[in-house]
């Protein structure tokens, strides 16, 4: 056996040595290292983002700042095209490096040693995320190793795409905005899924000097650093010369533009009753929304001062509401910040078609029964026509078109106050009372009710008389109200409405509406719906102050027309009637229906109508200015007289008596007794 000379034997054992010595403090470094970017306590990495609220297409209706007023804004869909250019731009090495590019940091140790002076950075896009979410410090060794460990933990704590939707949460894009997200829409007024690459350059370029290189502030910052984004990315070849000469030519933004806040009253509820969630669907449409929103403040700024004005716009097939415009303003001197949709206040007139369509379903009345309009009293309440005047014997349909009062009184003292009550409450309305049992006067008003409400009530009737509950959230489901109306008596009273004629200057549109006018001249209402779509308008002050001359025909039911005009080009056609509905005239009906009786009428010793005998039909009158001597037979006291549908005399026991002379001319003089059963005759003064 050869030994091995002695001076290999020699110079091999120490090189084994030294070798295993380094391995053993590479390995001990190596640990040290793991234990040390292992006890690292991160900062939080779940920071608050905006709270979103979308459309029923996504699109967003509106966002809320965090905390200190800073939109934050989650990441959402990204063009592909940004995330390459910023890569390449920012750490090209990202998707391989473990947090710390060594190679990058050698580069701009000697970048900086030749040129005198920082040329380019080593950070990698872990690190910046690292100071963004802790806000630290760059300018000092201490901070720049403490983004070094953070970035370390980081890599081994997230996946590669989480550390890069930290990056586009936190990037800050100058002024209160945090996020590629928040930057995009406030300087492009978009989303950052599609961008074009000078604007993917410019929001590349602001995170580094989000101040220095504002936009709106510093517009020759901002298109320097674009554009050597650009040239660096046309080097790297991400982009052609073309695409990069194109790029160069477009206009920087010069101001930040809002953060869309549609329907801020019903985004606002929506925040309150889903507190936790950082997303909210609803059924709107937003450009529906955009639209009708101006339309509302236009109104009521030409309806006078501190006028708001609330609308609502829902599809009664579905349920959705599909715009809700609170006020004529979210602030100022209108007290915009009151939702109007959801305000307590007298529906006026509104309520008339429910209590007739009741009264059809109750066998009591048909459109073409005759229903007297004439002065009656029920116990001390005496209602009034609104421009009081009485009319006589009218048929439903024109006593429901012409809004009167009494008869309608009269079909609520027969089905009872307590009956409309709990028809409102079927039909998803919550009407309040100020005392505690319903009177009368709630089918001419004497009830609170929400727009909201109102819209729910129509949208029942519209949708044939059950229809669905009127919901805003998208994922909600689709629920339908108790039966209010047959399909009969709905389809009646939606035929009488579509019959009224559309207000001056609109156009005819096919609606069936109704209008109505509060006590005091405080609420201008209008409702109205198609076969598909029902539209509440509301016109008045926040405050309940009244409003001189407003009425629902004149300032609300425009509005509701222009409303239809921006829904849609045309009218959807009404619901065609149910077979069984009865399409004849007052002569064709059964004697029951021919004119409207109370069930429980009771009649004195003389049951017959009253019988005008003085004076005489078609007679000439020379009287010299003194009283005219009436004479009538028949009827049920008590007795009143009407000249000109105007009442000159009530109460009247005896059955001759003299009334003012009316005037010279032609007179139209009407008696109508106990059971509203009346007489006419006309006659000529001298």
Do not use: C
Not at 497 to 508: D, K, R, S, W
């Amino acid at each position: 056996m050869i030994p091995h000379p002695p001076y290999r034997s020699k110079g091999f054992a120490p090189l084994l040595l030294a070798l295993a010595f380094a391995l053993y403090l590479t390995a001990f470094a190596r640990d040290r290292l793991d234990a040390w970017v292992d006890a690292t306590v991160l900062p939080p990495v779940l920071a608050e983002t905006s709270v979103e609220v979308r459309n029923r297409d996504g699109a967003l209706l509106r966002a809320f700042p965090v905390e200190d007023g800073i939109w934050r804004m989650r990441p959402g869909s990204v063009d592909p095209a940004f995330i390459e250019m910023l890569v390449r731009y920012e750490d090209k090495r990202f998707w391989s490096h473990s947090g710390v590019d060594a190679l990058a940091f050698l580069r701009a140790a000697g970048q900086a040693l030749w040129n005198g002076r920082t040329v380019s950075g080593g950070s990698t896009l872990t690190m910046q995320v690292a100071r963004l979410i802790e806000d630290g410090s760059t300018g000092r060794w201490s901070g720049k190793i403490r983004q070094v460990r953070v970035s370390l933990a980081l890599e081994r704590r997230l996946s590669k795409q989480q550390i890069l939707n930290l990056y586009l949460t936190h990037a800050p894009y100058g002024g209160n905005l945090e996020g590629l997200r928040a930057g995009s829409r406030a300087w492009f007024g978009k989303d950052p899924a599609r961008l074009t690459p000078a604007q993917a350059a410019l929001l590349i370029a602001l995170p580094q000097s989000p101040e220095v290189r504002r936009p709106d502030r510093a517009p020759l910052a901002a298109r320097d650093a674009r554009d050597r984004v650009l040239k660096r990315m046309q080097s790297y070849g991400v982009l052609t010369a073309s695409e990069t000469h194109s790029a160069l030519t477009e206009n920087i933004p010069d101001q930040m533009r809002a953060f869309p806040r549609l329907a801020p009253h019903l985004t606002d509820r929506a925040r309150r009753e889903n507190p936790e969630a950082e997303a909210l669907d609803l059924t709107l449409d937003a450009g529906l929304q955009k639209r009708l929103e101006p339309l509302v403040a236009q109104a009521a700024a030409r309806a006078g001062p501190r006028i708001s004005g609330a609308l609502i716009v829902a599809d009664h097939r579905s349920g959705e509401i599909l715009a809700s415009v609170g006020s004529s303003g979210y602030a100022g001197a209108r007290q915009g910040f009151v939702d109007m949709t959801r305000a307590l206040r007298s529906p006026g007139s509104t309520l008339k078609p429910l209590v007739y369509g009741l009264a059809f379903d109750q066998g009591l009345a048909h459109p073409e029964t005759l229903i007297s309009d004439s002065p009656v009293m029920f116990g001390r309440y005496a209602p009034r026509n609104f421009d009081g005047v009485f009319r006589g014997d009218v048929r439903v349909r024109d006593a429901l078109q012409m809004s009167l009062n009494i008869p309608v009184v009269r079909l609520t003292d027969e089905l009872g106050p307590a009956r409309v009550m709990a028809a409102l409450k079927q039909a998803g309305a919550h009407p309040k009372l100020k005392g505690v049992t319903p009177g009368l006067a709630i089918s001419l008003g004497g009830v609170g009710l929400s727009l909201h409400d109102l819209v729910q009530l129509y949208a029942t009737l519209a949708a044939g008389g059950q229809g669905p509950w009127l919901r805003h959230e998208a994922l909600a489901d689709r629920a339908e109200t108790p039966r209010v109306l047959s399909d009969v008596a709905a389809w009646q009273v939606s035929d009488i409405l579509a019959g009224l004629a559309p207000p001056p200057g609109a156009a005819a549109f096919g609606l069936a509406y109704k209008t109505g006018t509060s006590y005091g001249h405080r609420d201008a209402w209008a409702i109205g719906f198609d076969g598909q779509h029902v539209i509440g308008v509301w016109l008045g002050r926040a405050d309940g102050t009244p409003v001189p001359g407003a009425f629902g025909g004149e300032l609300a039911a425009p509005l509701l027309f222009e409303a239809f005009g921006h829904l849609k080009p045309a009218a959807t056609p009404l619901r065609p009637p149910p077979p069984s509905t009865l399409i004849v005239g007052a002569a064709g009906l059964p004697q029951p229906l021919q004119r409207f009786q109370p069930r429980g009428a009771a009649f004195d010793d003389d049951p017959s109508a009253p019988d005008l005998i003085f004076p005489p039909n078609n007679s000439v009158l020379e009287t010299d200015g003194y009283p005219v001597t009436i004479k009538l037979r028949g009827g049920v006291v008590p007795f009143s007289l009407l000249a000109d549908g105007v009442p000159v005399l009530t109460g009247q026991r005896h059955r001759e008596f003299e009334i003012p002379n009316p005037g010279r001319g032609y007179s139209a003089l009407v008696v109508v007794d106990a059971r509203g059963a009346s007489d006419r005759v006309s006659v000529r003064i001298d």
